[in-house]
């Protein structure tokens, strides 16, 4: 309701005051205010003609199952997600082609039937036949009869099922094999991904269902049409590995209902993806005795710390430009870690091809690895090994200098159960009580001589 409202007004600048006073603040005129009638209507009605008021009574704006989360079966995936998948809850999947997405969604559909037995579980796929989906399910451990699949590319079609079964959970197979009849558009292009989530969101928000929706990524590691579709989400998982490894790591980018930060490691078999409880064993599994040019590094994630091998190759390079390559670290870090072991260590890297690779596709995006990076290179170029029983920790500064790390002491502990002896660590930082024997370094150039000699 519009309400009439006296006001003060000054004749010079036009300032506005709830209350007459002597001389306007504003432009410092005396005598200036004048009393002026002023409608006031309510900011919203203005903007939003026909706009219903809303109910807060109503039952269905309150979050219907607030904080039941349901578990997926896997200690990894429902670690990563926060405690299970939140029910109206709508999270985008995505990895290389290949990774094992489809696999591991259909793997926990597969426990998800199996716990809710009274609703059924439902997957769309635009990707694989119904026979395709249901002879694997078969190969990873029997089809239950509340798991029902059906190969479609309409998304209206997916919410009229969604709404008619009232399912316990949701995999849409994937966002680029869909599409909505409503608007143009090919399958996977992007007015087309984006209507899908949109829809997709709402069916899951109105129904309290949750909804996985798998994405692929193209092989460098873009989501077709990408940050759009994190932002129309509520989490992002995704599925990492290489080609050459078994091992496969699962992050959220994005999780609106907990942290972003933990992992989930897995390993693809012949029975399909099994959790890997005991990461560090894993990671270091294919690892050499004695290999020149290997350092191992205790990364963490969230909670989480376990060991990774860094490996490193250093190589003379056969035309005229050297050659950096880096895989699971960035680039731009090594050669930042390249040009610090030149200047301020010594190790001559000028006409070298540099190869720095983590082993089994793992990510490290700390710079707490930044010394075990160095001294792998460093390792290979004086063709020296790094002792097999030692760890290194440490960041690295642009003067050389060994910079603390966080959790220091989780490291440490991980590296004594896995039965490492040795670790090297940052001097400035006080050092935990640790079974370990510790070598505290100033610089790398000291990290590279007590080391390697
Ligand atoms: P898939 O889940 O189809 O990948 P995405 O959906 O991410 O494209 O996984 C395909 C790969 O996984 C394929 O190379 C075969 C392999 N795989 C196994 O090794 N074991 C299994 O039990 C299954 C089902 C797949
Ligand atoms: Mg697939």
């Known amino acids: 309701m519009a309400k009439i409202k006296q006001n003060f007004r000054c004749t010079e600048c036009n300032a506005e005051y709830p209350k007459w006073s002597g001389q306007c603040t504003q432009c410092g005129t005396w005598n200036s205010l004048v009393e002026f009638t002023k409608q006031e209507s309510h900011p919203v009605s203005r903007h939003a003609p026909g706009g219903n008021v809303i109910?807060?009574?109503?039952?269905?704006?309150?979050a219907a199952h607030d904080g039941m989360r349901i578990t997926t079966g896997f200690a990894e995936v429902d670690r990563v997600l926060g405690g299970g998948f939140f029910p109206d809850s709508l999270t985008l999947f995505v990895g290389n082609p290949g990774i094992g997405k489809s696999t591991l969604a259909l793997q926990i559909a597969l426990q998800i039937a199996h716990a809710t037995t009274n609703r059924p579980v439902l997957i769309f796929s635009g990707e694989e036949s119904v026979f395709q989906v249901r002879k694997r399910a078969e190969r990873l451990g029997g089809v239950p009869a509340n798991l029902h699949v059906a190969a479609t590319f309409v998304m209206e079609d997916v919410i009229a099922t969604i709404t008619e079964h009232n399912p316990a959970f949701v995999i849409v197979d994937s966002a680029q094999t869909f599409s909505s009849r409503e608007i143009p558009g090919?399958?996977?292009?992007?007015?087309?991904i984006r209507t899908i989530t949109e829809m997709l969101m709402h069916a899951s928000k109105t129904s309290g269902i949750p909804i996985l929706l798998i994405g692929q990524v193209t092989k460098g590691g873009e989501m077709a049409g990408p940050q759009l579709l994190a932002h129309l989400v509520d989490t992002v998982l995704q599925f990492e590995g290489d080609d050459q490894h078994d091992?496969?790591?699962?992050?959220?980018?994005?999780?609106?209902?907990?942290?972003?930060?933990?992992?989930?490691?897995?390993?693809m078999t012949e029975s399909g993806l099994q959790e890997v409880t005991n990461p560090s064993e894993a990671f270091l599994s294919g690892r050499l005795p004695g290999a020149i040019g290997s350092s191992i590094y205790p990364a963490l994630e969230g909670q989480r710390p376990f060991l990774v091998e860094i490996q490193a190759l250093t190589a003379t390079t056969p035309f005229g430009l050297p050659r950096r390559s880096a895989s699971g670290i960035s680039l731009q870090r090594l050669s930042l870690l390249l040009a610090v072991l030149e200047k301020h260590a010594g190790v001559k890297l000028a006409s070298l091809d540099v190869f720095a690779n983590v082993v089994g596709g793992f990510r490290i995006e700390e710079p707490a690895a930044d010394l075990a990076i160095c001294l792998a290179v460093a390792s290979s170029r004086n063709k020296a090994a790094i002792p097999q029983e030692l760890f290194v920790l440490g960041e690295v500064g642009l003067s050389g200098e060994v910079r603390a790390v966080s959790k220091l002491e989780q490291r440490l502990k991980e590296g004594e159960k896995l039965g490492f002896t040795t670790a090297i660590v940052p001097s400035t930082q006080k050092a935990p009580q640790t079974k370990l024997q510790l070598i505290p370094v100033r610089t790398v150039a000291e990290a590279v001589q007590k080391v390697l000699g």
């Open 55 to 62: 109910d807060f009574k109503d039952k269905s704006n309150v």
């Open 186 to 192: 090919a399958p996977g292009s992007m007015p087309q």
């Open 247 to 267: 091992l496969r790591i699962l992050r959220s980018s994005k999780n609106r209902f907990g942290a972003t930060s933990e992992v989930g490691i897995f390993a």
